[in-house]
T-cell receptor, first 111, second 115 residues
């Protein structure tokens, strides 16, 4: 079945770049997403990418998509302490809109 | 834009009571809303898909009589946890999908504690 995998933890120093990786199995996914969740809060949509794109940049965020390897990454430039949160990647499962989430990567930014 | 309001943010109730959670899309119409449950340090588990004007579609293992879903308008879906028990204590999150777009926007979540 469809599956999305992420590493569980990432620790970086303030000012460094963070790269969060994700792999997925459904080659028919049309959209792939990155969401951010702060403690006790809902999910905030950070960015998304269409499956026919290789890269998308939005200010400090860069998303790279390798369809051949079914690999998605989120790069956060100049990481700040306010970026500390859990980051979920998700793929859209068919046109019905159901999302399949990864386990979430906990990003810890140290001053 | 694309704001989803979820209410209440936190509720504490006695075992056996029912609790209603509301999910509203404030500035867009949503023919489809989704209800998730999240356990501590875990990912989101989809409970059901709520379609405006029709019955909700429940995921395997989710009791439809236990978790009643109503999607009466294009901007409002409700989840009622009936006869809540301590094992129903969890973080419940809703999302709304914009009409004609494959983007889901999430509410802030509801922390349910059943004593």
């Amino acid at each position: 079945g469809e599956d999305v995998e992420q590493s569980l933890f990432l620790s970086v120093r303030e000012g460094d770049s963070s790269v969060i990786n994700c792999t997925y199995t459904d080659s028919s996914s049309t959209y792939l997403y990155w969401y951010k969740q702060e403690p006790g809060a809902g999910l905030q949509l950070l960015t998304y990418i269409f499956s026919n794109m290789d890269m998308k940049q939005d200010q400090r965020l860069t998303v790279l998509l390798n369809k051949k390897d079914k690999h998605l990454s989120l790069r956060i430039a100049d990481t700040q302490t306010g970026d500390s949160a859990i980051y979920f990647c998700a793929e859209a499962y068919n046109q019905g809109g159901k999302l399949i989430f990864g386990q979430g990567t906990e990003l810890s930014v140290k001053p | 834009g694309a704001v989803v309001s979820q209410h209440p943010s936190r509720v504490i109730c006695k075992s056996g009571t029912s609790v209603k959670i509301e999910c509203r899309s404030l500035d867009f119409q949503a023919t489809t809303m989704f209800w998730y449950r999240q356990f501590p340090k875990q990912s989101l588990m989809l409970m059901a898909t709520s379609n405006e004007g029709s019955k909700a579609t429940y995921e395997q293992g989710v009791e439809k009589d236990k978790f009643l879903i109503n999607h009466a308008s294009l901007t409002l879906s409700t989840l009622t946890v009936t006869s809540a028990h301590p094992e129903d204590s969890s973080f419940y999150i809703c999302s709304a999908r914009q009409v004609n777009k494959n983007i889901q926007y999430f509410g802030a979540g509801t922390r349910l504690s059943v004593l």
